[in-house]
Nanobody, 128 residues
Framework: QLQLVESGGGLVQPGGSLRLSCAAS????????IGWIRQAPGKEREGVSC????????DYADSVNGRFTISRDSAKNTVYLQMNSLKPEDTAVYYC?????????????????????WGKGTLVTVSS
């Protein structure tokens, strides 16, 4: 069974850090790009970061560039999102997702609209 499971969310004060994990089962992350996408209450989904099948090429939204780092541990079949200098506007449910259907599934270009397989999400709340 193809599955993505997020963990690591929680309540953190502004300026704090969290590391989110996305554990994959039923498939190898080395064959897909994995994206982190967030959705805040009342707002549209926003692509946060993506890592390509190579594990080398990455992409970041302007709003998180320089604060968030995406990485992958192939041995654990897990993608991480290290989030530093968190702000209240980072509060959202964070999902990891993959594209299993299109020929672009290896790459991050346009990833938000292509993702068709999602985890259940993990809630990040940044508040004092």
């Amino acid at each position: 069974q193809l599955q993505l499971v997020e963990s690591g969310g929680g309540l953190v004060q502004p300026g704090g850090s969290l590391r989110l994990s996305c554990a994959a089962s039923g498939f190898s992350l080395e064959h897909y790009a994995i994206g982190w996408i967030r959705q805040a209450p009342g707002k549209e989904r926003e692509g946060v970061s993506c890592i390509e099948f190579s594990g080398v090429v990455t992409d970041y939204a302007d709003s998180v560039n320089g604060r968030f780092t995406i990485s992958r541990d192939s041995a654990k079949n897990t993608v991480y999102l290290q989030m530093n200098s968190l702000k209240p506007e980072d509060t959202a449910v964070y999902y990891c997702a993959a594209d299993f259907e299109t020929r672009h599934r290896l790459y991050c270009s346009g990833y938000v609209s292509r993702m068709d397989h999602w985890g259940k999400g993990t809630l990040v709340t940044v508040s004092s």
